[in-house]
Structure formats: C-alpha cells, structure tokens
C-alpha cells in the first residue's frame, strides 16, 4: 500500500499535465457573466486593495494554492516552490491528501513546508471516507502537528474512490464523524470537493455540525474520473469513468448555491478557475477567497520565479478587473452591481 500511494500520486501529477483530463462539456458557467465596464472609475489604481481575513487573520489576497500533492517525490519540489512563492506572495496553502504522509515517512518531508511559508495559511487536507477506515482523531491530530497546519480540510470524492483502483467507497454516516472531529480537533476543520462541487444543501449540513469553510471546488476544471480512467486497469471501470465525463455542478451554481445557505461562514472558490477575471467574478457571485489547482501546477513544477511569475499575473488581472469596475476592496466588489449574466 505504501508503494502503491507514492506511485498513485506520480502517476496523478503526470497525468494532471498532460492528459486531457477537464470534463466534456463541462463549463464553470464563468463565462455566463460579464463585468459592465466603468469607464469613470473614480479610483486609484494604486490604491486598490486585495487584502482579506481567512482563519481570523489578514492576508495580502484572497487567492488560494488549491490541494495538489505529495506523497511523492516530485511532489516535494512542487510543494515547496508553492511555498516560497505563497510566502513572497500572501497566498494560502493546500497541501495534498496526507494520508501518505501518516502511512509512508518516506515522503513525510514533501508535507513539510512551514518552514518556507511561516506566516501564511497552510490547509492540510485528507480525503473524509479516510474517517470510516482508521483516521480518527489522534491521527488528524498528529497531520496537524507534522504539517503545522492552520486548518484541516476533509475532502469529498466520492466517484474517484469508485474508479480508482483498491478506492474505499464505504461513505456512510461521515456526517456525525465529521462532527465529532469539528469539535474535538484543535484547528478548524473545513470541507472540499475534489471537482464536482458542493451544493448549498450539502455545505448547510456540514456548516451545521461545525465546519468552519466550504471550498466548493465546483465542475469545468479537472475531472477526477477522467484522471482515474488514464490510470485504470480496468475496462470495465474505463467505461464507467466515460458516462462521468459530464458529471457535477458548474462552480458558478455552487457558490451561488452554498453562498445563500450558510451565511457569513467562509466560501472558497475553486474548480476551473483560470485568471484573476474568474476570480473577481467569484468574489463578486459570493466567495470569500479563490483557488487555483491545475492552472499553477506547471509552474510549480518549475521554479518559484516561475511560480511568482503566475501568482503576479492572477493578482493583476484580479486588481485590472476591480479598477475597470470602479471598486477598490474586495467589500465592494462583493456588492457590485456591475456583474451580469449575458
């Protein structure tokens, strides 16, 4: 099993790359919705301010490293370029699932990134189902003090675990154990998609039994059956995984959706998600932060300068979007009127 992890999270990276791996006919809805354009602004460009509170605190931005990898070898480049540049930044870190991390110390060291982003928020993040098959509350508690995490996000993938070989597909009654650990774990515990989005029904439940964030991770970015099927073995599964080529709810519909149910609490953004534009028009539909996977991963894989390079992008088209609407904080741009549907 310990092999099995390192070679499945390889074998991910590789295929995130460079495999068609977004759904058919899949759409965000992003692109439903269009900025009016101002052209009085009526602000400083210079004094534009993306600074947002996540976890009690205050950040540079409200943008987000959504959870990748680790577990691998690879992954521990990649985790630590995300790292120096979300430190330079003012970005938010995702690790990837840390299951591997409690079940292989080999790769402990690829989680291990507090050190090159001391003061920004670090998610560690381990697949909910993980909670009916031995993760218990010792176990995320000792993820917490490996990773020096701020927060612990479960996330949901439930077709995955169907696809993906030896997946554990035992879902039953997480809802009462998800609660359990809100209460006793010392850091918030959020929940996640992995690329077929929350609803608002869904994040209410959860909301209401104690987690602190919803990240949305809605449909129209990567398909994690899409990414099972390169992997599989099996025709018969190769097959299933086609019939879920369309699957989920766009990420527009999601954050519309969880935004209405649950209040003040913390929504994330992600799913697609693929410029500063998409961003804004997120923050705009209800977000309170945005994140970003596949869109940096190249980068990652690179450099940190490579990765700065993208982080600075995002940030611009983020702050050009504001500007060319006339709002200079994200408070406004959360009660714009300038965002339409076509």
């Known amino acids: 099993m310990v092999d099995s992890i390192d070679k499945r999270k390889s074998q991910h990276i590789d295929i995130v790359l460079n495999e068609t791996v977004t759904g058919l006919n899949t759409s965000t809805g992003f692109e439903s919705f269009k900025f009016i354009h101002n052209a009085l602004p009526e602000i400083d460009f210079n004094e534009i301010d993306l600074s947002s509170d996540f976890l009690g605190k205050r950040y540079k931005t409200p943008f987000l490293v959504s959870s990748m990898t680790g577990g691998a070898a690879l992954a521990e480049t990649i985790n630590r370029n995300i790292a120096e540049a979300s430190e330079e930044k003012g970005w938010a870190i995702g690790l990837g699932s840390t299951r591997a991390l409690i079940e292989n110390e080999k790769y402990r060291s690829s989680f291990q990134v507090r050190e090159y982003a001391p003061s920004v928020p670090i998610i560690a993040n381990l697949g909910a189902v993980q909670l009916n098959y031995g993760f218990d509350l010792e176990k995320c508690q000792k993820i917490i003090e490996i990773t020096e995490a701020d927060a612990l996000v479960l996330h949901l993938n439930s077709i995955q675990e169907v696809i993906q070989q030896g997946g554990d597909t035992n879902f039953k009654d997480l809802l009462i154990k998800i ?96 410029t500063g534009v998409d961003g804004a028009k997120a923050i705009a539909l209800g977000a309170d932060m945005v994140g970003f996977g596949r869109s940096v991963l190249q980068a990652a894989t690179e450099s940190v300068d490579q990765m700065l390079e993208v982080m600075a992008t995002k940030e611009l088209e983020l702050q050009m979007a504001m500007f060319a609407i006339g709002v200079k904080s994200l408070d406004e741009l959360k009660v714009t009127d300038r965002l339409v549907q076509r």
């Open 179 to 274: 609660e359990k650990l809100c209460r006793e774990l010392d850091v918030p515990v959020g929940v996640k998609e992995v690329g077929w989005g929350i609803d608002g029904t869904v994040a209410k439940k959860l909301c209401d039994v104690g987690v602190s964030f919803i990240d949305v991770a809605g449909a129209g970015g990567t398909s994690w059956s899409q990414v099972e099927k390169y992997r599989s073995k099996e025709p018969i599964k190769k097959q299933a995984a086609e019939a879920f080529s369309e699957w989920g709810i766009p990420t527009v519909e999601c954050i519309t959706s969880v935004r209405k149910q649950i209040g003040n609490q913390t929504v994330i953004a992600s799913g697609g998600i693929k």
